[in-house]
């Protein structure tokens, strides 16, 4: 059995979803919120209706974490894993085309 | 050289508009169009992690299968040991009055 998720990669996932499922509903409350064009009245509106989204259906809420240990800090963007699970699987020969320098 | 009236000046930016098909904004009011334009961010997001196999999700999705999950009946039988010793955890409070936070001493 490979490691349980803890709860923040949990709650991650969580977020991931969210964003997904409510992605489009809440751009086109943005489009109508940020358009100058549009009445004040109607822009106001769209803000309110912005406001009662949840939490974890803001993009920004989602965090890259470690797709190993679920570390938050030190991840690295490319491989989805923290600098000791990275170094660890570069030593094994498990990332392709990576190499310990020596000059 | 002389002066082109503002006027003339704005007349050929809103021709030059039509021609190459372009949205004619001169007071560059927000339009809100970036929030349209932008590419959906969720379908790459919810990729991030790799799926893993989980029993429970096994036991959900194949009725009938019934496999045991070791680690999850270990969880559960530490916590029945420790209910059974007075070590478990406090009962929820029905209202908040009588929460443990409102008997806090400040």
Known sequence: ?103 | MASVAPSRIAALTRLRSIIFQTSYNPTSQRTGAKYLKRRLRGPSMIEYYPNELSISALNKNFRGLDLVDEYEEKRLQDVADKKKRGKGAPKKAKSAADSRRAQRKR
């Open chain 1, 1 to 103: 059995m490979p490691p349980r998720p803890n709860a923040r990669v949990l709650r991650d996932i969580k977020a991931r979803k969210g964003v997904a499922d409510n992605e489009i509903s809440r751009r086109a409350y943005l489009y109508v919120a940020r358009n100058q064009s549009l009445p004040a009245q109607v822009r106001y509106q769209a803000q309110l209706q912005l406001n009662t989204f949840g939490r974890y259906t803001r993009p920004t809420t989602v965090k890259n974490r470690c797709t190993e240990t679920g570390r938050g800090r030190g991840v690295m963007g490319e491989f989805g894993l923290c600098r000791f699970q990275f170094r660890m699987k570069a030593l094994a020969g498990e990332l392709p085309g990576v190499q310990k320098a020596s000059w």
